[in-house]
């Protein structure tokens, strides 16, 4: 389609970097393979997030890896900017040299 699009993400392994790395390199692909990206970005990066984290701990469990990862990952569509994020990590806008908050950081002490 004529849609301009960017897909730009950030993660942070703990425990080691597999589940970093595996979710660095599958993530876009299931937001670009979603069926809804088109009409509803927000829920195929939802979905994406769920299924690349299904995908990781089938793989964990058969190699007996035990990694973790945080992650958050922008996609803009036409002039639309949709985020998502998994664990402590924190995007941050700055607009006209102002942040402007996004989301609420997951923090122990936060149900």
């Known amino acids: 389609d004529d849609v301009d699009r960017a897909y730009f993400a950030v993660f942070d392994g703990h425990g ?4 970093a790395n595996y979710s660095a390199t599958h993530l876009h692909v299931n ?4 069926e809804e990206v ?4 927000a829920e195929a990066l ?26 958050v990952s922008a996609l803009i569509v036409g002039n639309k ?3 998502a994020w998994l664990g402590d990590s924190q995007v941050m806008l700055v607009q006209q040299g102002k942040a ?8 122990p002490e936060r149900e």
């Open 81 to 83: 900017l949709h985020i």
């Open 16 to 19: 080691g970097v597999d589940a």
């Open 38 to 41: 088109i009409k509803n970005p």
């Open 100 to 107: 402007v908050t996004l989301m609420e950081p997951h923090k």
């Open 31 to 34: 937001v670009g393979l979603h």
């Open 46 to 71: 939802k979905c994406s997030f769920r299924r690349t984290d299904e995908m990781f701990l089938f793989k964990a469990k058969r190699e007996k890896l035990r990694s973790g990862t945080t992650g």
